[in-house]
């Protein structure tokens, strides 16, 4: 059996994985499930508040009001995700690496889960954006085929 990987969760895989009309919805639960049942080599679980303020604010708007407060109440509950502080150092971090990249426009969120995960030593985010490539994250399901 292959060793469990950290895996950092961004706001496009929480988004996916509580609105049925994302497009990636049926994609993020098989890779939730796969990770809850063991299958899919991912643990623990990393996110951070910032995540889940841009995943409660894109529900709300995206969805609805109840969509986005009951998606923070189950995320916020689980016991298998752990939030990450970030502190003022890599706060100062991530704003010196999100003005390095004045040629592309990657969100300052994922700079941020960017910095979180070279901190932390995560190198798998689960997400479907093309941004954490270009951040030299390895994308959970995109890249690794699951």
């Known amino acids: 059996m292959t060793q469990a990987r950290p895996l950092f969760v961004d706001t496009n895989a929480f988004v996916a994985v509580f609105d049925e009309d994302d497009d990636h919805y049926e994609r ?12 899919l080599p991912y643990g623990p679980l990393y996110t951070s508040r910032y995540v889940l303020s841009e995943t409660a604010t894109v529900l709300l708007y995206g ?5 986005a407060v009951k998606a ?4 916020r509950g689980s016991a298998s995700l752990n939030v990450l502080e970030v502190t003022e150092q890599l706060f100062d971090k991530t704003a010196d690496q999100f003005a390095q990249y004045d040629d592309q426009e990657i ?11 070279e901190e932390y030593g995560i190198e798998h985010i689960f997400a479907f954006e093309e941004d954490f490539r270009t ?12």
Do not use: C, K, Q, Y
């Open 135 to 146: 951040l030299g994250l390895t994308r959970v399901p995109v890249d690794t085929g699951e």
């Open 63 to 67: 969805s609805s009001h109840g969509d």
């Open 28 to 39: 993020a639960n098989t890779v939730l499930d796969g990770i809850e049942d063991g299958s």
């Open 107 to 117: 969100s300052f969120v994922d700079h941020m889960n960017s910095v979180l995960s």
């Open 72 to 75: 923070l109440a189950s995320i």
